[in-house]
């Protein structure tokens, strides 16, 4: 069992005197009991804002409103609470109303890419099912910035049918990422129906879930809720830590739970200005949470989301944290770090570049020491020429085992089979002159 802080007791006793401290771990009590105004968190953190400061907070939550659970506050540090990590990812800035010309309001085209209301399908074989409208702790920095609170509730489950539906009407659809909001926010027995039904459909391999519980109430990853995810495997758990700070004894005792209940657990992080855009602070984040059995998965830009623009980096910074994380850490602990191309172009990798140099039959490459070397390429390879006639192939593809395949993209460029020889923009003046003729 994990000891309380000196600050949750304080807390507890503020927002409740007569239950004190007994009902800190009850998630729903965290849930009733979340801070949504300035006036409760001053008093609950015995901070005091000035006037005017007070008048533009209120402005900025008006649009984009306030919302943390008493555990989550209970981590900031009172003393530097304006540069506390903690502080900055819960707290609004009057910076959020700030909107930034490049500032798009759906910038990953979620919505458009949605065949069904609640279905993002972006990718050939797999789609974003958002089966919660409402999250724990409204994180300042959120993607969804556009919708947090505003039908703060949960989907009905004729509403959760139609994804389900089209899932199941749509058979290259192998993994279902459950998001939201935050899919823990569904009551137990919601939340086994939907993974029973999602397992009901053969063609669905692979179920995960993206949640923040671990990190802003790890309460809510209950035994209940663990002998439930665990009759459903193979399901895969994302969570979203960004700072070590957040890697507290009760975050462990969740993780621990979850990953004891043979969930492979991966962690999303988002670069923010102010936040985490150090590589010493990136490294002991990724050591921590490999330590807990959590491996680092993304490491995301900052999108274009408005109100966003006082959190974002240069890309610079994300390169700069990879070439210290790179070589220098396990391998297993370096996350990919993406940029969500906007309009629905989908998570690019950006990375150091490695490949310095090529021959016909060398590549010269340096580490991440500085070391320039040379690979040695084979003088005698024989090429596979693929006509996509797996039966005939001597490599042995079992064709029950194989994926129906449809190359796009630069994969199609690449394809033998395929005549398509460019990929060619349609907007350009030389194709609006060939249109004309
Ligand atoms: C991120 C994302 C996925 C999952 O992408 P992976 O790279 O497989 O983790 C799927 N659909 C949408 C719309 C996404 O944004």
Redesign the pocket.
């Known amino acids: 069992m994990t000891q309380h802080t000196q600050a949750q007791k304080e807390i507890a006793k503020k927002i409740d005197s007569d239950t004190v401290i007994a009902n800190w771990k009850d998630w729903r009590w965290q849930l009733k009991h979340s801070i949504g105004d300035v006036d409760t968190f001053e008093t609950l953190l015995g901070i005091k804002f000035k006037a005017e400061e007070k008048d533009k907070l209120k402005q900025t939550l008006e649009k984009f409103p306030l919302s943390v659970t008493p555990y989550y506050l209970s981590l900031i540090d009172t003393d530097d609470f304006r540069n506390d990590p903690i502080f900055l990812q819960a707290f609004p800035s009057p910076k959020e109303l700030d909107i930034d010309e490049d500032d798009l309001e759906d910038p990953?085209s979620?919505d458009e890419?949605s065949p069904v209301e609640g279905i993002?399908h972006?990718?050939p074989d797999?789609?974003?099912f958002h089966i919660s409208n409402t999250c724990s702790m409204y994180c300042r920095h959120c993607t969804r910035k556009r919708k947090v609170g505003d039908v703060d509730s949960i989907p009905t489950r004729d509403a959760v049918s139609e994804g389900l539906e089209y899932i199941r009407n749509t058979p290259h659809v192998r993994d279902v990422?459950l998001s939201g909001g935050d899919p823990f926010m569904l009551p137990d027995a919601y939340l086994d129906w939907i993974l029973t039904k999602l397992r009901e459909i053969p063609h669905v391999e692979i179920i995960r879930i993206g949640t923040r519980m671990p990190v802003v109430l790890p309460y809510r990853v209950t035994d209940d809720l663990v002998e439930i995810l665990k009759k459903h495997h193979p399901l895969w758990i994302n969570t979203h830590f960004n700072h070590p700070r957040e890697v507290t004894a009760s975050s462990r005792e969740a993780l621990r739970k979850l990953a004891d209940a043979g969930i492979p657990l991966g962690n999303q992080t988002v670069l923010l200005s102010g936040v985490n855009d150090c590589h010493r602070i990136m490294k002991s984040l990724v050591h921590k949470l490999v330590q807990n059995r959590v491996r680092p998965y993304y490491l995301y830009q900052c999108d274009l989301s408005e109100g966003l623009s006082h959190f974002r980096t240069p890309v610079g910074k994300g390169i700069e944290i990879m070439e210290h994380l790179i070589g220098h850490t396990s391998g297993f602990a370096v996350p990919t770090y993406v940029i969500?191309a906007p309009h629905g172009g989908?998570?690019i990798p950006v990375m150091p570049s490695y490949l310095i140099s090529w021959s016909t039959n060398r590549v010269i490459l340096r580490n991440y020491e500085g070391v320039i070397t040379s690979y040695k390429e084979p003088d005698s390879y024989e090429p596979i020429y693929c006509d996509r006639k797996c039966e005939e192939c001597k490599l042995q593809l079992k064709l029950d085992d194989a994926a129906e395949y449809k190359s796009t993209g630069i994969a199609k460029l690449l394809a033998d089979y395929d005549e398509a020889v460019s990929l060619v923009p349609e907007d350009t003046d030389r194709m609006e002159r060939r249109d004309v003729e």
């Open positions: 990953l979620e890419d993002t972006r990718y797999r789609v974003l990422l969500d989908g998570k």
